[in-house]
C-alpha cells in the first residue's frame, strides 16, 4: 500500500489551532510546502475545519487539518468554533499557533486546557517570529510563516510528538502464525465501490500477506467447497458480519472463526467495553431510543446494514418497540442522555483517536456502546464462537 492509497483512519491527524490572524493557514503552508490553506489579512478567512490528506516527512502519511480562528465572534462564530471542537476528537497532534506580537491569549490559553483534559499531544508555537526582536519565552517555538525559520524544526518535533515510531496495532497478525492460511468469506457488497473491496477486507489481506500468511478469498457460495478442498490447513476464517450464522454452519468448530467487525472492534475501539453493551442489549425495553452510528458516508441502499439489518436484529433479539436515530461521517452526538444504547460500526473510515472519544464520551454519559460484528452474531448465535479467537482481550 503506497503513501497515496494509505487509508483516512491509519493517517496521523495533525491540527492547528489558534486565533484568528495568528497566521495558522499561513504556517500550514510552510509546514506542507504547498498552498493547502487559503491565506487573507481579512479576520475569519477559514470558516470551517480543512483537511488536506498528504505525506509530511518525517511524519510519513498525514491528514492535516486547518481551523477556524478561536475568537471568531461573527454570527456563524460559535458554529465555527463549535466545528473546531469537533476536530480535537480526532486529532492526534495538535499545533498551537500563537501571534508572537500578540502573545498566549485567553483562547489560546483555554484550547491548551482541553488538549490537556484530553490527552492529545501539543506544541504550542510562537509565529511572526521575524516581528519580534525578543524571543525570551524558554523552550518555547518560534517560526515565521514568512521566512520559513524554524520550520524545519517544527516538524521534526510534530513527528516527534506523533510517536510515528511506534510500532501499529495488529488487526489480526497477533493471532495467527506466520505461514498459515487463512480464509476470508467475501460476499459481494453493493456498498462497495464497483471492482473494489471494502476497506476492512483489504486492510486484512494486506497485513496477513505483510505477516507472511496465505490469504484464501472465496464468496459464501464457494465457502463450502473450499472448506471440502483446505479442511484442516485453515488456521482461521473470518467473515463478514452478514453471513456470519452460513459461515458457522459450513466451518467446523474445530477451525476457529470470527468477524472483520469484531477484529476492528479491538483495533480501533475497546473490545472489553463494547461486549459489555451487549449485555445492555438484552435489557432494553419498548420505547427505548438506540442510535446507530456509522463512521463513514455511503449511499443508503436497500438491505442497508446500518438503517436496515441492525434494527431488524434488534428487534428480533428483544421483541421490542424500539425507537432509532442514525449518524453518519463526523456526526456524533455530544449529548447521549436520549439513548439507551449505542450500536456502532468497526469504524474502519475513523482514525483510532475519534473511535475511542467517542467510546469515552459514551463511557462518561453511562451510555453502553456495543458494536454492529458484535450484534449480527449475537442475533445469529454465534458471538461465543465468534469471540474464541480474542479471548486473550477480555
Known sequence: MGLNDTPLGERVHIAFFGCANAGKSSLLNAVTGVDTAVVSSLKG????????TMELLPAGPVVIIDTPGLDDESILGAQRTAKAAEVMRKTDVAVVVVDAEKGLRKEDEEIIEKLKKAGINYVTVYNK????SSKHKENAVYVSAKTNEGIDELKLLIAEKADISKKSKPIVSDIVKSGSYVLLVIPIDKAAPKGRLILPQQQVIRELLDF????VEVRESGLEKVIGDMGERISLVITDSQVFRYAAEKVPESIPLTSFSILFSRYKGDLKAQLKGIDA????KSGDRVLISEGCAHHRQCGDIGTVKIPAALKALTGKNLSFS???AGEFPENLSEYRIVIHCGACMLNEKEMKARLSSARSQN????NYGMLLALASGVLERGLKPLKGDF
Not at 442489549?281 to 432494553?284: A, D, S
Not at 451510555?367 to 456495543?370: A, E
Open 45 to 52: 478567512t477559514t470558516t470551517d475545519p480543512v483537511y488536506k
Open 129 to 132: 517570529a521575524d516581528l519580534i
Open 212 to 215: 507472511g500468511c496465505i490469504p
Open 281 to 284: 442489549v438484552k435489557t432494553l
Open 326 to 328: 442514525f449518524t453518519s
Open 367 to 370: 451510555i453502553p456502546v456495543t
